[in-house]
C-alpha cells in the first residue's frame, strides 16, 4: 500500500506496533507459520474504520490585508476589543489545526476578495502590476505567496477580484498552486464557466475508501454591475441558486461523499442594486434553502462574524451548515465533519462550525520571512510626501455635516470631468456626488503623503461625467436621505443613532457639491430635501446637469434611482485616487479654502441642526 508522505510518521508508529503484535500472537500461538496455515497462508488484512472525521478551514474577504498592520495610519491597528488581523495570523491557527488533527485531515478553503482592499493591494495591481509593466515579466502577488505557503485548496472569487480588470484575475489565477472557483461567472458569448466551478479534493482513510470533498465556488452577480467597464460583453454573472441547482447534482454524481460551498455572497437574502439586476446579492441562505445536497457553506462578501448558522433545506429537511469568518483575517472559520461508512459510502453522522480568533495566536514566522520584503516597499512608498496641505481635513464629521476632506473628493470629481467634456456639455451645470468611505480619515496640516489620500479615498473606484435632470437630482438625494433615521421636532438628535437607517452604510451615502439643499430629518423618507438650488436659483424638473460620480455608483452600486440609465457624457480608466494624488502633486499645496463650501445641512423642521 502506499504511503501518504504526508502521514509518514503515523505509518510508520503503526507499523512498528503492529510489527510487534505480529511478533507476540507468533510467541503464544505456536510460531508464524502455524498462523499462516491457519489463515491459508494469507496474512489477514487491517481492518478499515468504520468512522472517520476531518475539518475544512475557511477565510474570506482577506482583501490584502497580510500583516496586522493598516497602511493608512501607518501604525498597527488599535482595536478596543484586541482583535487583530492579517493572513499571517490565520496561518499560525491553520498549522495549529493541521498538527492537531493530521495535515490530511484538513482543507482549507476561501471565499473570495483577496487581491484588493489594502495599499499592499494597490501597489501590485498599480505601481508595480503583477501583469507586468513596460514589457517586463510582473512580480507574484503577495497573497499568492502566502496561500501558496499555506496549501490552499480551493478559493471563491470575489467581486473585487475584477476590480483590476480581467488580465490582473488571470494572472493571479496562474501564480495560484489552487483554483480559484466560479460556477455563475460565464464566458459572456458561450455561457459556459470562464474558470474552474469545483474541485474534489480526497481526504485519505487508512485501509478504506478515500471521502469525496465536492468544493463548488459561486461568486456575486454584482460584478456585472459594479464593474461593467471590465467585464461587459466579455463575462456574465449568473444567479447563485441557479448554478448550484446544476452543479450539486453533478457533484454527488461524482460520488462525492460531502459537497461543499464557498460562496462570496451574504447570508440575510438582501440586494444593494434594486431591480439593476434579476438576481440577489446576499443568496447563501437560499442556496442552503432551495438546492438539495449541500452539507455546508462557506459565506463570504457581507464581513460579518457568523461562527455557525443553520437553515433547512426545504426539499429534503436537512440542515445545511453555514459560517463566516468576519474579513480581513480576523477570524477563521473552522468546520468539523464526523462520518460513517454505511453500506458501501460515507455518510455524515454530525457536522459543526465556529470561528477562531486571529488574535489568540502570534504571525506565523514563515510567511512573515516570504512578505515581509513587499510589506517593507508598500510602507516606504506609501509614505512618500506629494504636497503639503495648509489646515487639517478630517471625516470624523463627515456623515451629518458637509466638510472640507470630502470637498477635496468633490472638487478633483469635477476638475476631471470638466477637463474631458465637450463645448456643448462643458455649458452645462457641473456638479458632483461622493461618499464618507471612512470617519477616521485625516488630510493632515503641513506635508501631505499618498497614504493620507489613500485613508480618504480606498476604493479603486474610477470617474463618470453622467447627465441627470433636476427631477431626477432630486429622487437621487432623497434616495441618498433615508440613510438618516427619522428624528421629530423637538427630539434631540444624537449622532450615534443618527445614521445607517436602513441599512444603508456610510459608503453608500452620497452628498452633493455644486448645489445647495437641507435634509430634513424631521419629515417622512421621501420628502426630506428642500431647497435645492443652484447657484442661488431653484432647481427645475427639466434642468440638466453633468454629474461627476465614480463607476461603482454609475452603474448602479447601491440602487440609486436613475444613474445607472444616464447618459454617459465622461468616462476614464485612472482611478479617483489616482485623480487626487495627481491634483496635490501638481498643486504643490492643498487649500481648503479654495473649494470648501457648505451647501448642504442637516435641519429638523427647517431649523439647522449643526448652526
Given at each position: 500500500m502506499p504511503v501518504n508522505p504526508m502521514n509518514r510518521r503515523e505509518f510508520v508508529q503503526k507499523s512498528a506496533v503492529t510489527g510487534a503484535a505480529v511478533a507476540v500472537a507468533g510467541t503464544v500461538g505456536g510460531g508464524t507459520a502455524e498462523a499462516a496455515e491457519r489463515g491459508h497462508g494469507h496474512a489477514k488484512p487491517p481492518k478499515a474504520p468504520k468512522t472517520w472525521s476531518f475539518s475544512i478551514l475557511g477565510t474570506t474577504d482577506l482583501h490584502s490585508h497580510v500583516f496586522n498592520w493598516d497602511y493608512y495610519t501607518n501604525a498597527a491597528p488599535v482595536d478596543a476589543k484586541g482583535n487583530t488581523y492579517g493572513i499571517a495570523r490565520i496561518a499560525t491557527l491553520v498549522k495549529n489545526i493541521r498538527k492537531e488533527r493530521g495535515a490530511d485531515r484538513v482543507l482549507l478553503v476561501d471565499a473570495g476578495d483577496i487581491i484588493q482592499g489594502t495599499s499592499l493591494a494597490s501597489y501590485f495591481a498599480s505601481v508595480d502590476p503583477i501583469t507586468g509593466k513596460n514589457g517586463k515579466r510582473g512580480p507574484k502577488h503577495p497573497m499568492a505567496i502566502a496561500m501558496n505557503e499555506m496549501r490552499y485548496d480551493a478559493a471563491a472569487l470575489g467581486?473585487?477580484?475584477?476590480?483590476?480588470?480581467?488580465?490582473?484575475?488571470?494572472?493571479?489565477?496562474?501564480?495560484?498552486?489552487f483554483p480559484l472557483l466560479g460556477a455563475n461567472a460565464l464566458d459572456a458569448k458561450t455561457l459556459k464557466p470562464a474558470f474552474r466551478p469545483y474541485t474534489v479534493k480526497h481526504i485519505k482513510v487508512p485501509h478504506g475508501p478515500d471521502i469525496k470533498v465536492g468544493i463548488l465556488g459561486l461568486t456575486n452577480p454584482g460584478i456585472a454591475l459594479w464593474d461593467k467597464d471590465n467585464v461587459s460583453g466579455k463575462m456574465a454573472f449568473t444567479g447563485l441558486v441557479e448554478q448550484a441547482k446544476k452543479y450539486v447534482p453533478r457533484l454527488r454524481a461524482l460520488g462525492c461523499d460531502v459537497v461543499f460551498l464557498t460562496d462570496h455572497s451574504g447570508l440575510d437574502g438582501s440586494t444593494s442594486w434594486g431591480d439593476e439586476l434579476p438576481y440577489?446579492?446576499?443568496?447563501?441562505n437560499l442556496v442552503a434553502e432551495q438546492v438539495p445536497g449541500i452539507d455546508a457553506i462557506l459565506v463570504g462578501h457581507t464581513h460579518v462574524d457568523v461562527p455557525t448558522y443553520t437553515v433547512k433545506n426545504a426539499e429534503t429537511g436537512e440542515d445545511?451548515?453555514?459560517?463566516?469568518?468576519?474579513?480581513?483575517?480576523?477570524?477563521l472559520s473552522r468546520f468539523d465533519f464526523e462520518l460513517e461508512h454505511v453500506r458501501g459510502s460515507w455518510k455524515i453522522t454530525k457536522k459543526t462550525a465556529t470561528t477562531l480568533n486571529s488574535n489568540t495566536v502570534a504571525e506565523d514566522p514563515r510567511i512573515t520571512e516570504l512578505l515581509t520584503a513587499d510589506h517593507a516597499l508598500v510602507v516606504k512608498y506609501v509614505n512618500t510626501a506629494i504636497g503639503t496641505c495648509t489646515e487639517t481635513m478630517s471625516t470624523a464629521d463627515a456623515c451629518w455635516k458637509d466638510v472640507p476632506a470630502i470637498d477635496f473628493i468633490q472638487q478633483v470629481q469635477m476638475e476631471g470631468v470638466k477637463a474631458g467634456l465637450s463645448a456643448a456639455d462643458a455649458a452645462l451645470p457641473l456638479i458632483s456626488v461622493a461618499a464618507p468611505f471612512s470617519r477616521t480619515a485625516v488630510?493632515?496640516?503641513?506635508?501631505?503623503?499618498?497614504?493620507?489620500?489613500?485613508?480618504?479615498?480606498?476604493?479603486?473606484?474610477?470617474?463618470?461625467?453622467?447627465?441627470l435632470t433636476g427631477a431626477q437630482l432630486k429622487d437621487y438625494l432623497e434616495y441618498a436621505a433615508k440613510y438618516y433615521h427619522q428624528v421629530p421636532v423637538g427630539t434631540a438628535v444624537d449622532t450615534a443613532?443618527?445614521?445607517?437607517?436602513?441599512?444603508?452604510?456610510?459608503?453608500?451615502?452620497?452628498t452633493a457639491a455644486g448645489v445647495d439643499y437641507e435634509i430634513d430629518i424631521a419629515a417622512a423618507e421621501g420628502s426630506r430635501i428642500k431647497n435645492l438650488s443652484y447657484n442661488g436659483t431653484a432647481v427645475a424638473d427639466d434642468q440638466v446637469f453633468v454629474v461627476a460620480v465614480n463607476n461603482y455608483r454609475a452603474n448602479g452600486g447601491s440602487g440609486y434611482p436613475h444613474i445607472a440609465e444616464a447618459e454617459i457624457v465622461y468616462s476614464t480608466p485612472n482611478q479617483v485616487r489616482d485623480l487626487m494624488v495627481a491634483y496635490a502633486t501638481a498643486k504643490g499645496t492643498i487649500d481648503p479654502k479654495t473649494f470648501a463650501a457648505a451647501n448642504w445641512k442637516l435641519t429638523q423642521g427647517g431649523t439647522p441642526v449643526f448652526p
Open positions: 467581486n473585487h477580484e475584477f476590480n483590476y480588470g480581467i488580465e490582473t484575475v488571470r494572472t493571479f489565477e496562474k501564480q495560484c498552486d440577489v446579492e446576499n443568496a447563501s445545511v451548515l453555514l459560517s463566516e469568518p468576519y474579513c480581513y483575517g480576523y477570524r488630510i493632515p496640516a503641513g506635508d501631505v503623503t499618498i497614504r493620507d489620500v489613500a485613508g480618504l479615498y480606498v476604493y479603486e473606484n474610477t470617474l463618470y461625467g453622467k447627465k443613532t443618527l445614521t445607517n437607517a436602513n441599512s444603508f452604510w456610510d459608503y453608500m451615502y452620497d
